[in-house]
């Protein structure tokens, strides 16, 4: 099972980002989702997630709003803020160009 | 907005603790029940599910810290942490901390208390607009003619240099002066400040209410009966009426339009004068009877005052005064007053300069007179706090052998070293804390109850020095605060920080507790010691001055004898009128049962008042205008006998001398007449207005013995006496009265009789001769009582200080000593082996305190009277004092040690 310090630093910042920036969602669904959409490669531990919500949440990159669930129980749901939105989007950019660049040297070589 | 954003966040999660805290419980217990649910889904059951799930989560706590450190309060927690752990330790050993916070009460209020007001007398700026900007124009050199103190200048002069500088914004001047105040139906004196028109708009001060002074209320002389109230006597006096603008009061008699009142805050240009009414200088004839001043040209009287445009310096001002100074003596000198001078002497006033003085704070003759004495308290303060700053230091160290356990456990359960450090110098700036709050409350009390002494309250009620601190006298509380703790903080917490852990926790403490904080504790004792002795030689010297002082006396009886004032011309009484009163209270005051006898003079005794003029005696060869001058005073006939003082040769005045007559005193013969009989010889008075007498008028008809006249420090000076019924122009009178019973028991009885002649005559001063001798030393007073009581602090500090050191020495040693009479050693090795150690650090502190004291003692030689700086006696008696002291302490730890019990001694450990 993969640390979460395996993940390059800075990017669970960026996979959060990208994982709320469609809808709302609360911490527990985040962590769902990357391991989801990863495949389960990437698993995301409580240990890591939540430091690093309320990090981005003090530098109002996202907002949260406690919600009903369906199944009716209250949760804190986080959402991007405008500022959180233009960050994913210089984050990712970020993201494409080094691992473009880290697949380059990987398959040169 | 993003900014907005960010800091709300910040404050929730400051302010809003608790909830906040409470949220992120929830939102993990959120997480938890999920994952709980999803194992459940999976097929576990409850137990397993949940099992699955809090080993999934980790450890709860760890995350929860670190999802608080997100919020980034954490340091500001644990400060939080070290405060309340602070508190508690503090509250645990309550004799440490009351010993503690009272030594720093003491240190911290003293200085303090001095600090409020040096302050005010020495540092602050007028509350004026750029006071940088502001200097004090004055002449220097052979200054011919009169003058009212150093730094005045003529009225002509002052107005030849305001029209002609090219160096000034603008220029102003001003003259202190007391004047009858008449509103409603009473009548008092209070502190006026005459001012040039330019004064308000140049100094850019501004009305609260009307308006200010301008140029345009002082053109004619005599025209403009306009004043403007201060601030504070508006609101004391007149009880904020809002409507005193245009109202009508009596200055000295005459009636003047209230036009406005000044900036709260702005009480004069003079500290320890507050002016409460400011008049235009074109009405000194009428603030000042008799004497205009406004047209001499060598009668020097006014402070003025220039604001310096933006960039330039005051040297540059100077030179470019220079050249105007030089016309202005030129003309000068044509003036008929100085024609009788010699060649040489107008040469020399030719070559008269100007010089500038910083005039940011104003010019104060308070301020002249207390600098030396309140440097000199302060600096003894100083040391007051310093001393206590050693003995805490002391204090901490002993405790941190005491606490060496607690720190060895902090550090091996993984505390960092700056973690320990700080948590002990929060304990120290704790303490400091409370000590600097009940400091301060002492301070306030000091102050009040020094300044009340010092100053005789105004008319108002009103002390000319503030003794409630403001806002720089708490900003100087708090930098001593902190400044003290981390003096007697900072090498206790280091020491305890690098206390070596194994050996601690292995119980061997105590055993091999270090020779270096040993050593460092006995610096501070030894550095103690020095200090009071500095401060006990101090304080044994002005004792001393002020013994010398009041032994010397005024060279007259002082018993039953009472002293009051009047000044009738402030009532508008001409000369005659004047005289004539004089004469009939005399007569009253004279009936009166009780009363022996009644003497009156112009120039009251001891309050530091003396008219001079010099003098030409016959077969005396002198040039009169080189020489100091002799101090006149006019009196009545009775005088002398009533003050008790002997004439010894010759005869006291009569009510029926007719022929110009003169008494001299002893002084005044030996000097102007040595060697021969001055009875029937002549001495002339030079008038600076006429030409020198060709042949002295004056016939000397006795001689009187020698009394102090200006104060009790300087010798009586050679003094003539004229009698007052000769005079012709008065203003104020000093009565003396001689009674029966004691003074007090009469003085209604005079006021009563004053009133009954004329109720618009206030009664100043009214006080015994010696009320008026200990008013005149009061300063000395101060300073001999203040620093006795530092000395004393100092010395129980020091002795304090060493009984703790040689307690906690014989208290390590123990087990040693125990060995020791258990091979045999005697009571009396033991205890002498103890005192040596007392002896060596008392005899070390004393070497170098008398060292320091010898090198300090020449600052003071000013403030002495009667005795040398290195006076032997004193460094004698204050080093045998202290030892005195300082033995008894020590031998208290060194006498428990010589009964050391070696079986205890052994077996405790």
Known sequence: MGKPSDLVQGTLDLLILKTISLEPKHGWAIAKRIQQISNEVLQVQQGSLYPALHRLEQKAWIKAKWADTETGRKAKFYSLTSTGRAQLGKEAANWSRLSAAINLVVETT | ?909
């Open chain 2, 1 to 909: 907005m993003l900014w907005t954003q960010r800091g709300w966040l910040k404050l929730q999660t400051l302010f809003g603790r608790e909830r906040v805290a409470q949220q992120l419980d929830d939102e993990l217990q959120f997480h938890l029940d999920q994952q709980i649910a999803e194992n459940v889904a999976a097929g576990m059951n409850e137990e397993e599910a949940r099992h699955a799930a809090m080993r999934l989560f980790g450890n709860a706590t760890i995350l929860k810290e670190e999802t608080r450190d997100a919020w980034g309060w954490i340091a500001l927690e644990q400060v939080t942490q070290d405060v309340r752990y602070g508190f508690r330790s503090l509250r645990k050993s309550p004799l440490f901390t009351a010993v503690a916070v009272l030594t720093l009460a003491f240190g911290i209020g003293a200085n303090t208390a001095i600090f409020n007001v040096m302050d005010q007398v020495l540092l602050q700026l007028l509350p004026v607009k750029h006071p940088e900007q502001l200097v004090l124009v004055a002449e220097r050199g052979m200054r011919l003619g009169d003058s009212w103190g150093d730094e005045d200048i003529s009225y002509p002069m002052y107005r030849d240099f305001r029209d002609g500088n090219q160096v000034f914004s603008g220029m102003f001047c001003r003259f202190p002066t007391s004047v009858g105040l008449g509103y409603g139906d009473h009548t008092e004196t209070v502190s006026a400040e005459l001012v040039s028109g330019s004064y308000f708009p140049v100094l850019g001060v501004t009305a609260t209410l009307g308006r200010i002074l301008t140029p345009d209320d002082d053109r004619v002389p005599g025209g403009h009966p306009v004043a403007m109230l201060s601030h504070s006597f508006w609101q004391s006096r007149f009880s904020s009426d809002s409507t005193i603008v245009g109202k009508q009061i009596t200055i000295n008699g005459y009636a003047f339009t209230v036009i406005g009142v000044s900036q709260p805050g702005f009480d004069g240009l003079e500290v320890g004068y507050k002016s409460k009414i400011f008049v235009p200088m074109m009405m000194k004839l009428q603030m000042t009877p008799r004497s205009d001043g406004l047209q001499q040209r060598r009668l020097s009287w006014v402070t003025a005052f220039g604001r310096l445009k933006p960039g330039i310096g005051m040297a540059q001002a100077t030179a470019s005064l220079q050249p105007l100074m030089h016309n202005i003596l030129q003309v000068e000198l044509h003036e008929p007053t100085l024609q009788h001078y010699s060649d040489y002497d107008r040469a020399q006033f030719l070559r008269n300069s100007v010089e500038l003085l910083p005039g940011a704070r104003g010019w104060s003759g308070l301020r002249l007179y207390l600098q030396t004495p309140l440097w000199v308290l302060a600096a003894l303060g100083g040391a007051v706090l310093l001393l206590a700053c050693a003995n805490l230091a002391n204090l901490f160290l002993a405790r941190a052998t005491t606490r060496e356990r607690e720190m060895a456990v902090r550090l091996a359960i993984g505390a960092g070293r700056r973690r320990v450090i700080r948590l002990l110098l929060v304990e120290s700036l704790l303490l400091s804390a409370i000590g600097t709050a009940v400091g301060l409350g002492l301070a306030l009390l000091a102050d009040r109850v020094l300044l009340a002494a010092y100053f005789s309250p105004d008319s108002t009620g009103d002390l000319p020095i503030s003794p409630v601190p403001d806002a720089r006298v708490f900003v100087f509380a708090l930098a001593a605060m902190l400044l003290t703790a981390l003096v007697f903080g900072l090498a206790p917490a280091i020491q305890s920080s690098k206390a070596d852990i194994a050996p601690t926790l292995k119980d061997r403490a105590g055993s091999g507790a270090g020779g270096k904080q040993v050593f460092l504790r006995k610096l501070l004792v030894s550095g103690q010691v020095a200090l009071a002795l500095s401060l006990l030689i101090g304080a044994t010297l002005f004792l001393r001055t002020l013994a010398n002082l009041q032994g010397s006396g005024p060279g007259f009886s002082t018993e039953h004898l009472m002293v009051f004032r009047i000044d009738p011309s402030l009532s508008g009484y001409a000369d005659a009128r004047a005289k004539d009163f004089f004469r009939r209270l005399t007569d009253e005051l004279q009936a009166l049962p009780g009363v022996r006898s009644v003497g009156l003079s112009t120039m009251p005794l001891l309050q530091g008042y003396g008219w001079t003029n010099p003098v030409i005696a016959e077969g005396y060869a002198g040039d009169p205008g080189q020489e100091q001058r002799p101090i006149f005073d006019e009196i009545s006939p009775k005088l002398f006998s009533t003050l008790e003082l002997p004439v010894v040769a010759g005869r006291d005045f009569t009510p029926f001398d007719t022929r110009p007559v003169v008494l001299i005193n002893e002084a005044f013969a030996r000097k102007y007449f040595a060697g021969r009989n001055p009875l029937g010889l002549h001495i002339g008075m030079v008038d600076d207005r006429l030409a020198t007498p060709d042949v002295p008028n004056l016939e000397v008809i006795g001689v009187v013995k020698d009394l102090k006249y200006k104060n009790l420090r300087d010798p009586a000076p050679p003094q003539g006496y004229l009698p007052y019924l000769q005079a012709e122009r008065f203003r104020f009178m000093t009565f003396y009265l001689r009674t029966r019973p004691d003074p007090g028991q009469l003085m209604e009885a005079v006021r009563e009789q004053v009133r009954r002649l004329d109720p618009n005559i206030p009664v100043v001063d009214m006080r015994t001769i010696d009320q008026q001798i200990g008013l005149s030393l009061t300063t000395e007073r101060m300073v001999a009582s203040l620093s006795s009581v530092f000395g004393f602090l100092a010395t129980s500090l020091a002795v304090v200080g060493l009984y703790g050191v040689m307690a906690y020495t014989v208290a390590t040693r123990r087990r040693e000593i125990g060995i020791r009479v258990a091979l045999g050693a005697l009571q009396s090795d033991v205890l002498w082996m103890v005192m040596r150690q007392v002896v060596f650090l008392t005899g070390t502190g004393l070497a170098v305190g008398g060292l320091l004291a010898f090198a300090l003692a020449n600052l003071i030689r000013s403030q002495l009277y009667g005795l040398q700086p290195h006076d032997p006696f004193t460094f004698v008696s204050a080093g045998l004092v202290l030892s005195a002291a300082a033995c008894a302490a020590g031998f208290i730890p060194s006498w428990r040690a010589s009964h050391v019990d070696p079986m205890h001694a052994l077996r405790h450990e």
